[in-house]
């Protein structure tokens, strides 16, 4: 069973500082999920990656799969950033489509 | 294209009675998943489908909970007999099938289930 930690658990920066969250897991993976929900309770897929780096507007993820290590930056952050961020890796390793999510970051940007 | 549709958004039920949630995947997309949120608790596997099969429902409680993927139609979780510790977010994701498996999970709004 795949056991996904993040850290920080919480996190408070100021508007335009860079960001980063991290998350390992236990098993190894063919990839793994980053997620945003909203205060509002709804939840974005933002990145799905298996090697390397991914971007996406001011989003970077980027993936260790030797040392079972992700990381999700924010440049620039802006308080619409404000959410929590929750990665997710396959339950059972790679190939397994049931995910075990971490507990998430709650990210607060302040103005 | 519309993303993952969910509804109802609140759905509030007294103990004792049933609650159904529906969940619409994107067009095309063959895979459905549902989690659970529970109150201060991180995102918790219930079940997977694809149409008209039920692939893996090992994080379903045994009792009072069901899901299906019928043929034509929304996917549904039912909840029969409620009680206040079914009170929580329930999401639903779905996934196409790609040339190397299951594809990424594209996630609803979710509905938030109270139970009075």
């Known amino acids: 069973k795949n056991e996904v930690e993040q850290s920080p658990q919480n996190l408070t920066a100021q508007e335009g500082e860079f960001i980063t969250i991290n998350c390992s897991y236990s098993?190894?993976?063919?990839?793994l999920h980053w997620l945003q929900q909203h205060p509002g309770g709804g939840i974005v897929s933002l990145f799905m990656l298996s090697s390397g780096k991914k971007k996406h507007g001011r989003l970077i993820a980027t993936i260790n799969i030797q040392e079972k290590h992700s990381s999700l930056h924010i440049t620039a952050s802006h308080p619409r950033d404000s959410a929590v961020y929750i990665c997710a890796g396959p339950h059972s390793g790679a190939g397994s489509y049931q995910l075990t999510f971490g507990k998430g970051t709650k990210l607060s940007v302040i103005p | 294209n519309a993303g993952v549709m969910q509804n109802p958004r609140h759905l509030v039920r007294r103990r004792g009675q049933e609650a159904r949630l529906r969940c619409s995947p994107v067009k095309g997309h063959s895979h459905v998943y549902w989690y659970r949120q529970l109150p201060e608790e991180g995102l918790k596997f219930m079940v997977y489908?694809?149409?008209?099969?039920?692939?893996?429902e090992s994080g379903m409680p045994k009792e009072r909970f069901s899901a299906e993927f019928p043929k034509e139609g929304p996917s549904i979780l039912r909840i029969q007999q409620v009680v206040r510790g079914d009170s929580a977010a329930y999401f639903c994701?779905?996934?196409?099938?790609?040339?190397?498996?299951?594809?990424?999970?594209?996630f609803g709004d979710g509905t938030r289930l109270s139970i009075l």
């Open positions: 489908l694809q149409k008209e099969n039920i692939i893996d």
């Open positions: 098993v190894g993976i063919s990839a």
């Open positions: 994701a779905s996934s196409p099938v790609t040339g190397l498996g299951v594809g990424p999970q594209h």
